[in-house]
Structure formats: C-alpha cells, structure tokens
C-alpha cells in the first residue's frame, strides 16, 4: 500500500436514528396530541406543568448546581429513585412538593419527573389521565423524553 493512501472500512457506520426526545411530532403523539394541535402548547402553559418547569428551572437549571456539560440523569436511576419510599416520603411534605431545596441533579430531575406524572394523572385535563394504571414505567418514561425534549 502506497504511503498516504487511505483505506475504508468494510464496515459502515450506522446512522444514528433520532431519539423519541429530538422529534416534536413524537413528542406531541407520545403525550396524546397532534402535530399541528394547539393543545400541546396548551398543555404546557397550563398549570399541570408550567409551575413545575418554571421552579425547575428558577431553583436548578439558573444556579450554580447545574452544569451544563453534564448529561441529564438517566431514566432508569430516576425511576429507581421515584420508587424509592424514602425518597418519596421526603417530597411529599408541602415545602418539598412547591418549594423544593435539593443538593443534586438526580433529585431536581426525579422531582420534577413526579410533579409531572401525578399532575398529569390526576387532572381530568392531563395528558396521562386517561391512561390507565397499568403501565406506570410507560407514563414515567414519555414524561421523562418530554423533559429531554423541552430543556
């Protein structure tokens, strides 16, 4: 082989299909609306979730806690930590629940993951509502790609 030559690969690269959470129209199906339905930006100006972003991003995503090179927590841990009865028994005082006071990205990000979920399921107005009891992983990971999706 000639010096400076290249050679290819025989094997090529896959193209990296886009993630649930890069793609707004799978976004909006996901969580029940169409494409072009108005109701999606409805949805997230309406109290089942603007208050719960706004003090995410005024208490978290603005202070010095939030880094923003690092990768947002991945949906298992949170998960985990939801299910987590200590965990759960902490943010289900008042304070905890509309003033929340955390140290940590997997517990602002856990946090908000629940304020979405139980917003969401138990208003008749919520994108989960309908959604039966069933599969409480499925709702937990379409509101956790909403978040990838909206930060």
């Not at 025989?10 to 886009?18: H, Y």
């Not at 409805?42 to 719960?52: A, G």
């Not at 923003?68 to 965990?87: G, K, M, T």
């Amino acid at each position: 082989m000639a010096r400076g030559s290249f050679t290819t690969s025989s094997k090529k690269r896959k193209r990296s299909t886009r993630k649930p959470y890069e793609d707004r129209g799978k976004i909006v199906a996901s969580l029940g609306y169409s494409y072009t339905d108005a109701a999606f930006d409805k949805w997230r100006d309406s109290s089942l979730v603007k208050p719960w972003w706004e003090v995410f991003v005024s208490k978290f995503l603005k202070i010095d806690l939030y880094k923003p090179d690092n990768s947002v927590p991945n949906f298992d841990d949170l998960y985990a930590r939801i299910r987590d009865d200590d965990w759960r028994g902490r943010i289900g005082s008042l304070g905890q629940t509309h003033f929340p006071r955390y140290d940590n990205e997997k517990d602002w990000y856990s946090w908000l993951l629940h304020r979405l979920v139980v917003e969401n399921t138990g208003d008749r107005e919520g994108c989960f509502y309908y959604w039966g009891r069933e599969d409480v992983e499925t709702v937990f990971r379409t509101a956790y790609h909403y978040i990838l999706f909206a930060k």
